[in-house]
């Protein structure tokens, strides 16, 4: 007798798989993510096919988690221009692991509780120490990410994805302090196709990673 779902000529199929394959021919190993499984392509493709916000923004194209990262470092960026490259990088990689995991709404997260946050964070400092960063960042550094990813996410909210201004401001808190050329930007977001996201994404690495 064989387990129902399982064949003799298969006993693999007893084990649970833990590793993802890569189009890169890596194998990551999700419970115990290692850097040198992490490749920078990967990070790029898999973003740039990730939906923001479940795929529910209007648009011929999903707004992907690959825009929303370049947004966020720009946003960073400008709001602090004493950031060296370094911090940018880790402000373009903030959301790297939904390469794996995909993108869950704040909402669900919060319904699976703080095992998934332990292990997207575990994720996140493999992908850091990959491109040569701490795998925890300094306070500031990660203060001044989540603000950016705060602003990022009311104007995504209220271009893209039908919130209001009212609703946008209980969920995400009112921007303050954007200049007005970043507001501009911000208030004319239109998602791309996936080539163009996974290109950008990976020029911007790549800018960011030079010496």
């Known amino acids: 007798m064989t387990d129902k779902g399982t064949t003799r000529a298969d ?3 007893r084990a649970t798989r833990a590793w993802q394959r890569m189009l ?3 194998r990551l190993d999700l419970l115990d993510p290692s850097p040198k499984d992490i490749e920078i392509e990967d990070i790029a493709h898999g973003l740039a096919r990730v939906a923001r916000w479940n795929g529910q923004t209007v648009g011929d194209h999903a707004f992907s988690v690959a825009q929303h ?4 470092e720009e946003i960073a960026t400008v709001m602090q221009p004493d950031l060296t490259r370094r911090w940018q990088l880790a402000a373009l990689l903030h959301d790297a692991p939904e390469y794996v995991i995909g993108d869950l709404i704040s909402p669900f997260k919060a319904a699976i509780g703080l095992d998934y946050k332990a292990f ?3 994720l996140l400092e493999a992908i850091y120490r990959r ?3 701490p795998p925890s960042l300094p306070d500031r550094i990660t203060m001044a990410i989540k603000a950016a990813d705060r602003i990022a996410a009311f104007y995504e909210a209220t271009q893209l994805a039908g919130f209001t201004d009212t609703e946008a401001n209980r969920y995400f808190g009112v921007p303050r302090g954007v200049p007005a050329t970043l507001r501009q930007r911000l208030g004319a977001l239109d998602p791309a196709p996936v080539a163009i996201a996974q290109a ?3 020029a911007r690495f790549h800018e ?3 010496e």
């Open 69 to 72: 990262a370049l947004l966020v």
């Open 120 to 122: 997207e964070n575990k």
């Open 200 to 202: 950008e994404f990976l």
């Open 11 to 13: 006993p693999a199929a």
């Open 208 to 210: 960011l990673s030079q």
């Open 24 to 26: 890169s021919g890596r």
């Open 131 to 133: 491109f040569g960063l």
